[in-house]
T-cell receptor, first 113, second 112 residues
């Protein structure tokens, strides 16, 4: 499979929490990131977590990292229609030899009013 | 005061042509990148450029060549354009190779 995997689509109602999941293959990743892409726009860095952390909270965003399972999640509390976008997780996968971030396929979040 | 800027935003050209996309960053970063995003939104690294060291993704055809006149610029030249080159190309930069990257707005290339 891909080095960084995400589910492709998530639909939630406005006001609910959204949880976007990501798995990665590299056991030596040091930084993991979440980016947001709105239609026709570039990628905006939302948040990141160091591999020695389990959780990071930043306003409505909570990032959880399970290093053992190589699983990363992004929780958006009180999801708003403005949160509708594609969300990418990204990691520096040292095992691959690539010296740039590797991105997941992106999860399209649709927020229903 | 855009941090990473690319020009043009849209580029439509015929097969076989040669074209360039320009990228500039004013963040003082040491590393710049080019990514390709296909129609399914997959993002793939094409090049990383750091301190005059070029790291090429092996899957990138040699028709693509990055050129860096200075640390703040990394332009992408494409020769003999093919239909399959149609995509959105993103320039990005980071302070340290492989860490958080800041992206430009993208250049949508359409080859007809």
């Amino acid at each position: 499979g891909e080095d960084v995997e995400q589910s492709l689509f998530l639909s939630v109602r406005e006001g609910d929490s959204s949880v976007i999941n990501c798995t990665y293959t590299d056991s030596s990743s040091t930084y993991l990131y979440w980016y947001k892409q709105e239609p026709g726009a570039g990628l905006q860095l939302l948040t990141y977590i160091f591999s020695n952390m389990d959780m990071k909270q930043d306003q409505r965003l909570t990032v959880l990292l399970n290093k053992k399972d190589k699983h990363l999640s992004l929780r958006i509390a009180d999801t708003q229609t403005g949160d509708s976008a594609i969300y990418f997780c990204a990691a520096l996968l040292l095992d691959t030899g690539r010296r740039a971030l590797t991105f997941g396929s992106g999860t399209r979040l649709q927020v229903q009013p | 005061d855009t941090a990473v800027s690319q020009t043009p935003k849209y580029l439509v050209t015929q097969m076989g042509n040669d074209k360039s996309i320009k990228c500039e960053q004013n963040l003082g970063h040491d590393t710049m990148y080019w990514y390709k995003q296909d129609s399914k939104k997959f993002l793939k690294i094409m090049f990383s450029y750091n301190n005059k060291e070029l790291i090429i993704n092996e899957t990138v055809p040699n028709r693509f060549s990055p050129k860096s006149p200075d640390k703040a610029h990394l332009n992408l030249h494409i020769n003999s354009l093919e239909l399959g080159d149609s995509a959105v190309y993103f320039c990005a930069s980071s302070q340290v190779l492989g860490t958080e990257a800041f992206f430009g707005q993208g250049t949508r290339l359409t080859v007809v």
